[in-house]
């Protein structure tokens, strides 16, 4: 099982790959270094403002099956209202950026197609970043990728906070898993992508 995030220009910024059946979706979040630099305080800082409303960390779209966590936006089950159906369309529109990352990966590298059940597992947690590196130089060189290479430079080499006492720890998971949060940020992004043009759009997606 393969954890990224990707951009919409299908630059993957971010893996973790785990044995399948033996790790759901959720258990992977869990353990994710994704999340686990943002609680030892060695994540990169991303503070933005949306509709009035200052965040001093980026968010990530994912399906419903993630939990209510201030960092994770999913769209809206069963919308009734315009302005929450639009923020449904967006958001699911922009989720497809990873499984149109995925489907590349997989175009270009045929050994991610083949059973590799006798392998070791190491070794093939090996191939599997080994060709989303090299999937990453492809986007590059041939000019595909949005952001700029310093700033993707800062966002591979986060500044390290050496010590982070176990109550700092604490508080930041539960800062993390604020669901009142979660439904504000919500409810920002609604408004802010109801008064958007129809053909803007930009996020990070985990899957």
């Known amino acids: 099982m393969l954890e990224a995030v990707a951009s919409q220009d299908l630059w993957i910024w971010h893996a973790f790959f785990g044995t399948a059946g033996a790790?759901?979706?959720i258990n992977v979040l869990n353990y994710s270094p994704l999340f686990n630099t943002i609680k030892k305080g060695t994540?990169?800082?991303s503070p933005f403002d949306v509709n009035g409303h200052h965040y001093e960390r980026g968010y990530y779209l994912g399906d419903g099956i993630y939990p209510d966590w201030a960092m994770l936006v999913k769209a809206p089950h069963s919308p009734t209202d315009e302005p929450r159906k639009k923020f449904k369309r967006f958001q699911e529109s922009a989720r497809k950026d990873i499984e149109r990352a995925f489907g590349v990966l997989q175009g270009r590298f045929q050994m991610l197609?083949?059973?590799?059940?006798?392998?070791d597992f190491n070794k093939i947690r090996r191939h599997m970043y080994?060709?989303?590196v090299?999937?990453?130089?492809?986007?590059?060189n041939n000019e595909f990728v949005i952001g700029k290479k310093e700033e993707?430079?800062?966002q591979r080499n986060p500044p390290r906070r050496l010590h982070m006492d176990l109550r700092?720890?604490?508080a930041m998971v539960k800062e993390i898993r604020d669901k009142q949060v979660h439904k504000q940020l919500e409810a920002d992004l609604t408004e802010h992508v109801w008064n958007l043009s129809p053909y803007f759009r930009t996020a990070n997606i985990i899957e």
């Open 23 to 25: 790790n759901n979706d």
């Open 43 to 45: 994540a990169q800082p």
């Open 113 to 119: 197609k083949t059973p590799a059940r006798s392998l």
């Open 130 to 132: 080994a060709c989303i």
């Open 134 to 140: 090299l999937h990453n130089m492809i986007q590059e």
């Open 152 to 154: 993707r430079m800062i």
């Open 168 to 170: 700092d720890r604490d």
